[in-house]
């Protein structure tokens, strides 16, 4: 073995640490955009089911379609994206008239869509929604 030899390793040990530490890296950034890349309102007509599965005077979370609907009063509806605003996570739960983000720990009032607590600071976006014959239809 040469003098050089132990050199060329230790280069090569470094190529090698420097690549393993940029891919961990670019796994941080790939993590963290597919937060932000979910879209905040369906593209398009999304049947939600029935009125019936939203309370009076409360909300139901439709986590797979990203809507949350909100019946403040009998036969009147409204419905939010799911999608937090602070950094685009779906909301998780609707408990005590709170929507919660599990990401951060956002949460918003679950009849209006208002931050109640941050770190959002906007409140989650109006999602149209059309009733016909009791089937609630988001995003038409």
Partial sequence: MTDAQPAADHARRSVLQGAALAGV???GVTALSGCAAKPAKPAGPV???STDQVPVGG???FRDDKVVVAQPAKGHFAAFSAV???QGCVVASIAHGVISCPCHGSEFNALTGA?????ATRALPAVSLRVEDGKMIAGS
């Fill in 47 to 49: 049947h939600l089911g």
């Fill in 84 to 86: 937090c605003t602070h």
């Fill in 25 to 27: 890296a670019g796994l």
């Fill in 59 to 61: 909300a139901a979370l």
């Fill in 115 to 119: 931050v109640v607590q941050g770190p």
